[in-house]
């Protein structure tokens, strides 16, 4: 059976399977409602312009993964130990709501430890972060995920860790009764969402509190050490972040949650400002260095973006003003993240320039999707090529220092070193020779290559210097 995301998709079928073609109206009542996107599409205006090349990448990491059987599902409650191994999915949804799907996307799961950071943030956007962080750090905890332990504040280390969620749990929505608080989160997280996919899981949330001895003793410790809001209830607060845990969505839900991060707390699909930027700014920097368990610090290293994982194989990525990312499948590696979402991220970043320090200009063997690519690689061809026909030096010399491809083409293959030896600018030719080593002085433009004999000019230029090279230069006649 055929799905449909949109209404939009099913009119456009329903017509083309009725008609084979539309008429203008039809066309504009089909469209009217999602012009912005529509115009979008056909001015290539989006974040990721070339959609299909950056998915047929994302296809083959996919792919790679499957074959990836390390690890196993959690096995501390049944409901996660008994989940089929090997289910794996991954959704994609950008900041202006492109979506991509692989694999098992529509099952749902529960987001366990990966709703730690969206409480986090919901609970900042209501109370601030002043308020928030009396009651818990910022810090890594060095320490296992679920330890007995407080920072030398007497605090939980951070939110990301089952101290922190606790404690967390304890603030949101505080004045309310727990039924309404319960409903905030769940009503909160389907906006987050974008009204996509979010249950609970009752089952899971039994088990859950059927086996937290030491989610119970953590509760004491910290009762004891006054970490919790006076009014607050133990039981109720340790209940409720079992609730919490065992909320469930898809990958297909957690990727525009994923999204929503992305876009500063607006929901790319539905335009729903759900949080504070600044609320999001500290959710993400707290996931970057405290979200994925103990392997935290090396995903930071090697990944270089916020994500956080859960125990029921779930890994939520954000990538800041791009998209977010959702990547599910039950087996655990040896710090309790999913093997094949930790490889995925991994594989990610390996080929596209995501890192946070990732360098956008110089990072040359790695494929940048964003549109801004593709228009500051033209702007720079016509900075490059202006600069060397009307014999600016300094202006050359800027660009290599700021890394600039000095070999740069436009449309005709002609090259800075083609324009400055016509316009017989020698300084730069001598520079882009002596000093450039990406530019090849053997280059030829389409024509030169397409027409040899016709129309080529040859200019033989002779450089005094050291060595007296002499250098040919072929170009067209421009
Ligand atoms: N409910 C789990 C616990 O608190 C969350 C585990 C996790 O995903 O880290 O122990």
């Known amino acids: 059976m055929q799905k449909f995301r949109t209404v939009l998709e099913r009119q456009l079928h329903d017509e083309h399977e009725l008609h ?20 979008k599409a056909l001015t290539s205006q989006f974040v990721i312009p070339e959609f299909r090349t950056f998915t047929d990448i994302i296809d083959k990491i996919f792919e790679k993964c499957v074959d990836n059987e390390e690890g196993k599902p959690a096995q501390y409650i049944p409901q996660l130990a008994r989940r089929n191994p090997k289910h794996w999915g991954v959704s994609i949804c950008t900041v202006d709501g492109q979506r991509y799907d692989l694999g098992e996307t529509n099952i749902p799961f529960c987001l366990e430890s990966v709703v730690k950071p969206l409480i986090y943030a919901l609970t900042l956007n209501d109370l601030s972060p002043d308020v928030v962080h009396r009651f818990v750090g910022q810090e890594p905890s060095g320490r296992s995920f679920n330890e007995l332990t407080l920072d030398y504040q007497n605090k939980p280390h951070n939110p990301m860790i089952n101290a922190g969620a606790i404690v967390i749990s304890s603030l949101l929505k505080k004045g309310l009764v727990i039924a309404d608080r319960f409903d905030y989160a769940m009503d909160e997280l389907k906006r987050l969402s974008g009204q996509e996919h979010v249950t609970f899981n009752n089952s899971v949330y039994l088990s859950e509190r059927a086996t937290a001895d030491r989610n119970f003793a953590l509760g004491y410790y910290m009762r004891e050490n006054k970490c919790f809001p006076p009014e607050a209830d133990l039981v109720e607060t340790l209940e409720f972040y079992f609730q919490l845990c065992s909320i469930e969505v898809t990958a297909q839900s957690g990727a525009v949650i994923a999204a929503t991060l992305a876009n500063g707390g607006i929901c790319p699909t539905t335009g729903d400002k759900v949080l504070d930027s600044e609320a999001v700014r500290n959710t993400l920097s707290l996931m970057h260095s405290c979200g994925m368990y103990d392997y935290s610090g090396h995903f930071a290293f090697k990944v270089g973006l916020p994500a956080k994982s859960g125990v029921a194989g ?7 003003n791009l998209m977010g990312i959702f990547t599910w499948s039950p087996p655990l590696d040896q710090w309790g993240n999913s093997s094949r979402g930790v490889q995925f991220c991994e594989e990610l970043v390996a080929n596209f320039n995501f890192h946070n320090y990732d360098n956008l200009r110089h990072t040359s063997k790695k494929y940048d999707p964003r549109g801004r690519a593709v228009e500051s690689k033209a702007q720079d061809v016509v900075n490059l090529l202006f600069s060397a026909f009307n014999g600016d030096v300094t202006a050359m010399r ?24 016509a316009e017989g600018h020698e300084s730069i030719v001598r520079f882009l020779l002596e000093k450039c080593n990406d530019v090849n002085p053997h280059q030829k433009d389409t024509y030169c290559a397409t027409y040899k004999n016709h129309g080529t000019s040859q200019l033989t230029m002779m450089l005094s210097g050291s060595n007296m090279m002499m250098w040919q230069i072929f170009f067209w006649n421009i």
């Open 398 to 421: 800027r660009y290599a220092l700021l890394g600039m491809d000095m070999s740069l083409a436009d449309y005709d293959g002609r090259t800075a070193l083609h324009l400055a030896a």
């Open 314 to 320: 779930g890994v939520l990525l954000v990538i800041p």
């Open 20 to 39: 084979g073609m539309m008429d203008k109206e039809t066309f504009l009542d089909c469209v009217s409602d999602n012009i912005v996107i529509i115009s």
